[in-house]
């Protein structure tokens, strides 16, 4: 459950990596907008997402990254919003799109609401991090492609409402790789004001900070532990989701990939296609099954660029069939001679490799 944000601020925006007149003109932001239309932008796979609408391919070469322009002072309604909030995150401005990684603590980017989830899960991957919310999965991976920070994570699947195709889509969609995993059971509280109890509540909200900023007491939430001690709420009851076993698998993404090595269990991601024609998909999965090669997971994902293939057939008219791309984990890694084998004999029309992580 991510939880809802109050009136969008706190929240790293769209706006906020890209403002006119501040950064749109730097050559660094241009060939970072450029990057972002994915892994197979230039093979139709992937069409860019709607939230991005001021992005635009500008440029088919990468450039060395130039030295930072002279900061920009942030508007004042940003700072405005950052003195409110107090401890809470700020919203990132211009300046910190250059701010230098060396000799800092790691950032890490989630969407959502401070307490929400996704940032317990990132605390879960990197313990001393410091976590940056956004407002949208499309600028999380942003912030990690525009060096605002270090790791992104992201839930991929849940095991109530089953996969994130949105989060499916954007991996195509930009030049990240896997480089973790988080698994992070969901334990939802029912929280109020300090001294509220459970039959005073006539309602229920998303978002605890709204009980704790406008003092609701005939109100509660639904949120995190973390988002009860974030939010001064006292926590009336816990564990209150329909499934006790409600576990959200989450990926940690980064913009350099993990080196695969022989000495220790890896698990892979890769995506392909597939021609039209019986038993395609079967051959496909046989390579790894005849290499004892364990499958962890297997998704498909419609080609947005060409959805439909007209097929001729001996009956009147004709059949259509849509176009596929195969998400698959295997638990080898790409050192591992079986997974080369396995790969070399792989009849797909596009194979690509999304990332590996450790199993230990």
Not at 248 to 264: H, S
Request: one cysteine or more; a neutral charge.
């Amino acid at each position: 459950m991510a939880l809802r944000s109050a009136g969008g601020f706190c929240l790293l925006g769209m706006r906020d990596l890209g403002r006119r007149g501040e950064i749109e003109a730097s050559p660094m932001l241009r060939s970072a907008e450029f990057a972002t239309m994915g892994r197979w932008g230039q093979l139709g796979l992937c069409v860019k997402p709607v939230e991005d609408e001021n992005a635009s391919a500008s440029s088919s070469s990468s450039s060395p990254r130039p030295t930072p322009p002279r900061a920009v002072e942030p508007p004042d309604e940003i700072g405005k919003w950052s003195r409110d909030l107090g401890p809470l995150p700020k919203p990132l401005s211009a300046n910190d799109i250059y701010a230098p990684a060396e000799g800092s603590n790691v950032r890490v980017a989630y969407q959502g609401s401070p307490g929400a989830f996704s940032e317990v899960a990132a605390l879960k991957a990197y313990p001393q991090c410091e976590t940056v919310p956004c407002e949208q999965f499309e600028v999380v991976f942003k912030a990690v492609e525009l060096w605002v920070v270090d790791k992104a994570v992201l839930p991929i699947e849940n095991t109530v409402t089953g996969s994130i195709h949105r989060n499916y889509d954007l991996l195509l969609c930009h030049r990240l790789h896997i480089v973790g995993e988080v698994r992070l059971a969901v334990n939802h509280c029912l929280m109020a004001l300090s001294g509220v109890k459970r039959e005073e509540l006539k309602r229920v909200l998303s978002h605890p900070q709204l009980v704790s900023s406008k003092k609701l007491r005939d109100a509660g939430a639904i949120a995190s532990i973390r988002a009860a001690h974030m939010y001064g709420l006292n926590i009336l009851e816990e564990g209150i989701q329909d499934c006790r076993d409600n576990v959200t698998r989450f990926l940690v993404l980064a913009r350099e990939p993990i080196i695969p090595r022989g000495d220790r269990p890896f698990k892979t991601s890769i995506v392909f296609t597939l021609e039209e024609g019986p038993g395609m998909l079967f051959k496909a999965l046989a390579v790894f099954a005849m290499r004892k090669i364990n499958l962890t997971k297997i998704e498909s994902r419609p080609q947005r660029n060409r959805p439909l293939r007209v097929v001729d057939d001996l009956n009147f008219g004709s059949a259509k069939y849509f176009d596929y791309l195969f998400h698959v984990d295997f638990e080898a890694s790409m050192a591992d001679p079986r997974a080369q084998n396995a790969l070399s004999n792989l009849q797909v029309s596009i194979l690509m490799e999304m990332g590996c992580i450790s199993c230990i």
